[in-house]
């Protein structure tokens, strides 16, 4: 029998038109295995992490965030790294699905993190951060493998399709990777 499709929820930290961290989400989407579907998030419209918007009627895109995410057999950010750390857009996404602390649709959930920068680290630093607020939300970080894209000018063309052909094979490795760690943690 054909194995359940696995639904992955998934967004790019960066709201920048032209970000290598959206380049390298939809490199994801079109590299995922047969057996996963990846479903980014429009982050266009989401506040900041207020509590004053936190009620019982959030803004929509909060409210869509949060049901996308609580929907999805796992998570999948994506996430430039800002001053040593994540941006402030993967971080208010982690506040917003973080909550309410109860039930929070991020309790349990597999979890994976990539990300790509100018610099020579590709995201590691802010990898580590990102995998660290599992502590406090409670979902399920793989640690291994990881990805790291650094020098981003150079990977991606004009268009902005990943070039890089050894990327992409790494891509795909931890899209597979990232499958089988989901049915292990549900077993
Ligand atoms: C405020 C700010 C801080 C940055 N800090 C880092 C950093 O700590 N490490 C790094 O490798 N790149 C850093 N960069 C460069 C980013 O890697 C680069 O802007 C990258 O294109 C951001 O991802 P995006 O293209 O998806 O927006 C920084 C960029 C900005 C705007």
Do not use: C
């Not at 499709?5 to 079109?30: H, P, Q």
């Not at 295995?33 to 009620?55: A, E, F, G, Q, T």
């Not at 052909?165 to 549900?186: G, N």
Request: proline residues 6%; charged residues 25%; aromatic residues 6%.
């Amino acid at each position: 029998l054909p194995e359940r499709l696995l639904t992955i929820a998934a967004f790019a930290g960066s709201l920048r038109k032209d970000s290598y961290n959206k380049a390298l989400l939809r490199a994801a989407v079109e590299l995922a295995p047969p057996d996963m579907r990846i479903d980014p998030l429009d982050l266009s419209s989401l506040p900041l992490y207020n509590v004053d918007l936190d009620n019982d009627s959030p803004p929509g895109a909060v409210a869509a965030l949060r049901d996308a995410i609580g929907r999805a057999d796992g998570l999948l950010a994506v996430t430039p790294e800002h001053n040593f750390s994540m941006s402030a857009v993967t971080k208010t996404v982690i506040e917003w699905a973080s909550r309410p602390a109860d039930n929070s649709v991020l309790d349990g959930k597999p979890v994976a993190v990539m990300g790509a920068s100018t610099g020579g680290f590709g995201t590691a630093r802010a990898q580590v951060h990102f995998r660290d607020t599992a502590g406090e939300s409670g979902f399920l970080a793989m640690l291994d493998p990881a990805i790291y894209v650094s020098r981003a000018q150079e990977k991606f063309d004009a268009s902005g399709r990943l070039a890089h052909e050894s990327t992409r094979k790494a891509v795909r490795e931890f899209l597979e990777a990232f499958a089988r760690w989901i049915k292990k943690m549900r077993a």
